[in-house]
Protein backbone atom coordinates (compact mmCIF):
# COMPACT_ATOMS: atom_id res chain seq x y z
CA UNK A 1 0.00 0.00 0.00
CA UNK A 2 1.37 3.08 -1.35
CA UNK A 3 2.49 5.90 1.95
CA UNK A 4 0.23 9.31 1.63
CA UNK A 5 2.09 12.39 1.06
CA UNK A 6 2.76 14.06 4.17
CA UNK A 7 0.90 17.38 3.35
CA UNK A 8 -0.88 18.25 -0.39
CA UNK A 9 -2.11 21.91 -1.19
CA UNK A 10 -5.16 21.60 -3.61
CA UNK A 11 -5.95 24.92 -4.68
CA UNK A 12 -5.27 26.68 -1.79
CA UNK A 13 -6.30 30.93 -2.43
CA UNK A 14 -6.16 33.25 0.24
CA UNK A 15 -6.93 37.11 0.24
CA UNK A 16 -7.31 39.53 2.90
CA UNK A 17 -9.50 43.42 2.81
CA UNK A 18 -6.98 45.97 2.81
CA UNK A 19 -9.08 49.37 3.22
CA UNK A 20 -11.55 49.43 0.03
CA UNK A 21 -8.81 46.76 -1.87
CA UNK A 22 -8.77 43.36 -1.33
CA UNK A 23 -5.21 41.71 -1.60
CA UNK A 24 -4.52 37.84 -3.28
CA UNK A 25 -1.79 36.69 -1.45
CA UNK A 26 -2.25 32.98 -2.68
CA UNK A 27 -3.84 32.42 -5.78
CA UNK A 28 -4.45 28.51 -6.29
CA UNK A 29 -1.45 27.22 -4.67
CA UNK A 30 -0.85 23.45 -5.59
CA UNK A 31 1.73 21.99 -2.88
CA UNK A 32 2.63 17.89 -2.88
CA UNK A 33 5.36 17.07 -0.03
CA UNK A 34 6.16 13.27 0.08
CA UNK A 35 6.49 11.20 3.40
CA UNK A 36 10.04 12.00 4.48
CA UNK A 37 10.77 15.18 1.87
CA UNK A 38 12.18 18.04 3.45
CA UNK A 39 11.63 21.46 1.19
CA UNK A 40 12.13 24.98 1.51
CA UNK A 41 9.72 27.52 1.01
CA UNK A 42 11.44 31.04 -0.07
CA UNK A 43 10.03 34.52 -1.37
CA UNK A 44 10.59 38.23 -0.34
CA UNK A 45 9.03 39.13 3.16
CA UNK A 46 5.32 39.53 2.58
CA UNK A 47 5.06 37.27 -0.74
CA UNK A 48 2.79 35.33 2.24
CA UNK A 49 5.14 32.52 3.42
CA UNK A 50 3.76 32.68 6.35
CA UNK A 51 0.25 32.57 5.64
CA UNK A 52 0.67 29.29 3.46
CA UNK A 53 2.10 27.55 6.48
CA UNK A 54 -0.44 28.56 8.64
CA UNK A 55 -2.73 26.70 6.19
CA UNK A 56 -1.37 24.56 5.79
CA UNK A 57 -1.02 23.66 9.49
CA UNK A 58 -4.69 23.93 10.20
CA UNK A 59 -4.56 27.16 11.68
CA UNK A 60 -6.21 29.29 9.38
CA UNK A 61 -8.68 28.39 6.70
CA UNK A 62 -8.23 29.16 2.55
CA UNK A 63 -10.44 30.74 0.87
CA UNK A 64 -10.73 27.90 -1.57
CA UNK A 65 -8.78 25.15 -1.94
CA UNK A 66 -8.18 21.78 -0.07
CA UNK A 67 -5.37 20.63 2.62
CA UNK A 68 -4.63 17.41 3.14
CA UNK A 69 -2.31 15.61 5.97
CA UNK A 70 -0.90 12.15 5.44
CA UNK A 71 -3.53 11.33 3.07
CA UNK A 72 -6.31 12.90 5.93
CA UNK A 73 -8.33 15.94 4.41
CA UNK A 74 -8.44 18.67 6.64
CA UNK A 75 -12.09 19.24 7.78
CA UNK A 76 -14.27 21.80 7.97
CA UNK A 77 -14.72 21.74 11.62
CA UNK A 78 -13.06 22.51 14.42
CA UNK A 79 -12.51 19.65 16.85
CA UNK A 80 -10.96 17.14 13.74
CA UNK A 81 -9.11 19.87 12.45
CA UNK A 82 -7.51 20.67 16.32
CA UNK A 83 -7.25 16.62 16.82
CA UNK A 84 -5.21 16.11 13.47
CA UNK A 85 -3.41 19.41 13.90
CA UNK A 86 -2.56 18.23 17.63
CA UNK A 87 -1.42 14.87 16.02
CA UNK A 88 0.12 15.02 12.71
CA UNK A 89 1.77 18.57 13.22
CA UNK A 90 5.03 20.12 14.32
CA UNK A 91 5.44 23.95 14.49
CA UNK A 92 9.03 25.93 14.84
CA UNK A 93 9.02 29.58 14.49
CA UNK A 94 11.77 32.53 14.24
CA UNK A 95 10.98 33.27 17.02
CA UNK A 96 11.19 30.28 19.94
CA UNK A 97 8.31 31.52 22.00
CA UNK A 98 9.64 29.56 24.92
CA UNK A 99 7.54 29.96 28.77
CA UNK A 100 10.22 31.75 30.71
CA UNK A 101 9.26 29.96 34.25
CA UNK A 102 9.73 26.62 32.53
CA UNK A 103 12.94 24.34 32.34
CA UNK A 104 13.86 23.62 28.55
CA UNK A 105 12.98 20.08 30.06
CA UNK A 106 9.47 21.35 30.94
CA UNK A 107 8.69 22.94 27.82
CA UNK A 108 9.26 20.26 25.78
CA UNK A 109 7.09 18.14 27.81
CA UNK A 110 4.29 20.64 27.20
CA UNK A 111 2.97 19.42 23.87
CA UNK A 112 3.44 15.76 24.98
CA UNK A 113 1.43 16.45 28.40
CA UNK A 114 -1.40 18.58 26.68
CA UNK A 115 -2.03 15.06 24.22
CA UNK A 116 -1.93 13.14 27.14
CA UNK A 117 0.89 11.68 27.70
CA UNK A 118 2.66 10.44 31.40
CA UNK A 119 4.52 12.97 33.22
CA UNK A 120 6.99 10.04 32.70
CA UNK A 121 6.86 9.16 29.43
CA UNK A 122 6.85 13.04 28.59
CA UNK A 123 9.80 13.92 30.49
CA UNK A 124 11.70 10.93 28.94
CA UNK A 125 10.54 11.74 25.14
CA UNK A 126 11.77 15.55 26.37
CA UNK A 127 15.52 14.38 27.15
CA UNK A 128 15.90 12.32 24.38
CA UNK A 129 14.97 15.51 21.96
CA UNK A 130 17.11 17.62 23.85
CA UNK A 131 20.15 15.06 23.64
CA UNK A 132 19.18 14.90 19.62
CA UNK A 133 19.61 18.87 19.63
CA UNK A 134 22.94 18.95 21.51
CA UNK A 135 21.13 19.94 24.87
CA UNK A 136 21.64 16.77 27.65
CA UNK A 137 23.66 18.81 29.61
CA UNK A 138 20.82 22.24 30.05
CA UNK A 139 17.69 20.08 30.58
CA UNK A 140 17.29 21.95 33.87
CA UNK A 141 18.07 25.20 32.33
CA UNK A 142 15.51 28.03 31.75
CA UNK A 143 15.36 30.05 28.57
CA UNK A 144 17.11 32.90 30.27
CA UNK A 145 20.09 31.07 30.96
CA UNK A 146 20.32 29.80 27.62
CA UNK A 147 22.17 31.42 24.31
CA UNK A 148 19.81 32.33 21.58
CA UNK A 149 21.04 29.39 19.69
CA UNK A 150 20.01 26.99 22.35
CA UNK A 151 16.86 28.45 23.20
CA UNK A 152 15.90 27.99 19.31
CA UNK A 153 17.05 24.63 19.54
CA UNK A 154 14.90 23.83 22.49
CA UNK A 155 11.80 25.07 20.16
CA UNK A 156 13.01 22.62 17.63
CA UNK A 157 12.70 19.93 20.39
CA UNK A 158 9.00 21.48 21.09
CA UNK A 159 8.21 21.22 17.76
CA UNK A 160 8.94 17.24 17.57
CA UNK A 161 7.82 16.61 21.05
CA UNK A 162 4.56 14.51 19.57
CA UNK A 163 6.79 12.87 16.86
CA UNK A 164 4.32 14.83 14.10
CA UNK A 165 5.00 13.32 10.28
CA UNK A 166 5.02 17.10 9.21
CA UNK A 167 7.12 19.68 10.55
CA UNK A 168 6.37 23.54 9.49
CA UNK A 169 9.36 26.04 10.22
CA UNK A 170 9.27 29.75 9.81
CA UNK A 171 12.21 31.25 9.37
CA UNK A 172 13.43 28.64 12.01
CA UNK A 173 16.68 30.02 12.02
CA UNK A 174 16.10 33.92 10.66
CA UNK A 175 16.51 35.44 14.58
CA UNK A 176 20.17 34.70 14.75
CA UNK A 177 23.82 35.17 13.52
CA UNK A 178 25.00 33.49 10.28
CA UNK A 179 27.57 31.03 12.40
CA UNK A 180 25.12 30.07 14.96
CA UNK A 181 22.28 29.59 12.22
CA UNK A 182 23.91 26.99 10.51
CA UNK A 183 24.76 24.96 13.38
CA UNK A 184 21.19 25.18 14.86
CA UNK A 185 20.22 24.33 11.25
CA UNK A 186 22.52 21.34 11.02
CA UNK A 187 20.93 19.94 14.42
CA UNK A 188 17.66 20.82 13.06
CA UNK A 189 18.44 18.87 9.12
CA UNK A 190 20.00 16.05 11.27
CA UNK A 191 16.99 14.81 13.89
CA UNK A 192 14.33 15.21 10.88
CA UNK A 193 16.33 12.71 9.17
CA UNK A 194 16.66 10.60 11.48
CA UNK A 195 12.81 10.59 12.51
CA UNK A 196 12.09 10.05 9.12
CA UNK A 197 9.74 13.42 9.63
CA UNK A 198 8.76 15.31 6.43
CA UNK A 199 8.92 19.07 6.89
CA UNK A 200 8.21 22.44 4.63
CA UNK A 201 10.85 25.06 5.90
CA UNK A 202 10.24 28.74 5.26
CA UNK A 203 13.81 30.50 4.75
CA UNK A 204 15.25 33.70 3.26
CA UNK A 205 18.98 32.17 3.20
CA UNK A 206 19.01 30.14 -0.09
CA UNK A 207 22.50 28.66 1.06
CA UNK A 208 20.12 26.69 3.39
CA UNK A 209 17.49 26.22 1.11
CA UNK A 210 19.71 24.19 -1.35
CA UNK A 211 20.82 21.64 1.08
CA UNK A 212 17.17 20.67 1.03
CA UNK A 213 15.28 18.11 -0.84
CA UNK A 214 13.51 20.55 -3.13
CA UNK A 215 13.17 24.36 -3.28
CA UNK A 216 9.39 25.65 -3.44
CA UNK A 217 9.41 29.50 -4.63
CA UNK A 218 6.28 31.78 -4.04
CA UNK A 219 6.46 35.05 -5.85
CA UNK A 220 2.88 37.28 -6.52
CA UNK A 221 0.63 34.59 -5.46
CA UNK A 222 1.89 31.66 -7.02
CA UNK A 223 4.06 28.90 -6.13
CA UNK A 224 7.01 27.25 -8.28
CA UNK A 225 8.87 24.06 -7.59
CA UNK A 226 12.59 24.86 -8.56
CA UNK A 227 14.80 21.39 -10.22
CA UNK A 228 15.74 19.08 -6.98
CA UNK A 229 19.35 20.70 -5.52
CA UNK A 230 20.98 17.53 -6.46
CA UNK A 231 19.58 17.22 -10.05
CA UNK A 232 20.73 20.89 -10.62
CA UNK A 233 23.74 20.18 -9.22
CA UNK A 234 24.03 17.52 -11.46
CA UNK A 235 23.17 19.64 -14.85
CA UNK A 236 25.39 22.59 -13.92
CA UNK A 237 27.76 23.12 -16.85
Given amino acids: MPVPDALVLDGVSRGFKQ ?18 EVAALVGVSGAGKSTLLQIAGLLERPDAGEVMIAGERAARRDRPRTRLRRDA ?36 RAEELLGAVGLAERLAHHPGQLSGGEQQRVAIARGLA ?26 F ?3 LRARGASAL ?10 RLDRVYVLAHGRLAA ?9 TAP
Fill in 226 to 234: EPAPAAAEE
Fill in 89 to 124: VGFVYQFHHLLAEFTACENVMLPCLLAGSSRAAARA
Fill in 19 to 36: GPARIEVLKGIDLRLAAG
Fill in 162 to 187: NAPGLVLADEPTGNLDEETAAHVFDG
Fill in 189 to 191: LAV
Fill in 201 to 210: IATHDRRLAR
